[in-house]
């Protein structure tokens, strides 16, 4: 089934969107690489006009991911986006972070992204990548 057919006829909360996977659409290329303004455009004429679509992102120190982004480049995206009518969060990818645990870079990731998400600001976590 295509995807578009789906969110045009039916009305979806939220959309999970992967801006990493795709060249032309890729965050690793910059703000100005995501389309995120033309997915919400997009549902302005459709069921899912009022969707929130959240940023997905590929964590920074994914392992030979050319689309993995750097640690600083996760508050410019966050704070870029997350005043957009059609912004409703962000998550990220990462599948070859294994460990868990307070110390591991996972817990590290998720600790940057809440505090960018509550204050706009990294939490002055050191991540050495």
């Given at each position: 089934?295509?995807?578009?057919?789906?969110?045009?006829?039916?009305?979806?909360?939220?959309?999970?969107?992967?801006?990493?996977?795709?060249?032309?659409?890729?965050?690793?290329?910059?703000?100005?690489?995501?389309?995120f303004?033309?997915?919400?455009?997009?549902?302005?004429?459709?069921?899912?006009?009022?969707?929130?679509?959240?940023?997905?992102?590929?964590?920074?120190?994914?392992?030979?991911?050319?689309?993995?982004?750097?640690?600083?480049d996760?508050?410019?995206?966050?704070?870029?986006?997350?005043g957009?009518?059609?912004?409703?969060?962000?998550?990220?990818?990462?599948?070859?972070?294994?460990?868990?645990?307070?110390?591991?870079?996972?817990?590290?990731?998720?600790?940057?992204?809440?505090?960018v998400?509550?204050?706009?600001?990294?939490?002055?976590?050191?991540?050495?990548?």
């Open positions: 089934m295509d995807m578009g057919d789906a969110i045009q006829n039916a009305a979806f909360d939220c959309v999970f969107v992967m801006f990493y996977n795709n060249p032309t659409c890729s965050a690793s290329g910059g703000i100005e690489a995501v389309n303004d033309e997915w919400h455009n997009n549902l302005q004429d459709t069921a899912s006009k009022d969707t929130k679509l959240f940023l997905g992102l590929v964590a920074p120190g994914a392992a030979n991911d050319p689309y993995s982004l750097r640690p600083k996760l508050k410019e995206f966050i704070n870029e986006f997350k957009h009518a059609g912004f409703g969060g962000s998550w990220c990818t990462m599948l070859r972070m294994r460990r868990r645990g307070p110390n591991t870079m996972a817990a590290r990731i998720r600790s940057r992204f809440a505090s998400l509550a204050t706009g600001n990294t939490c002055g976590l050191q991540v050495n990548l």
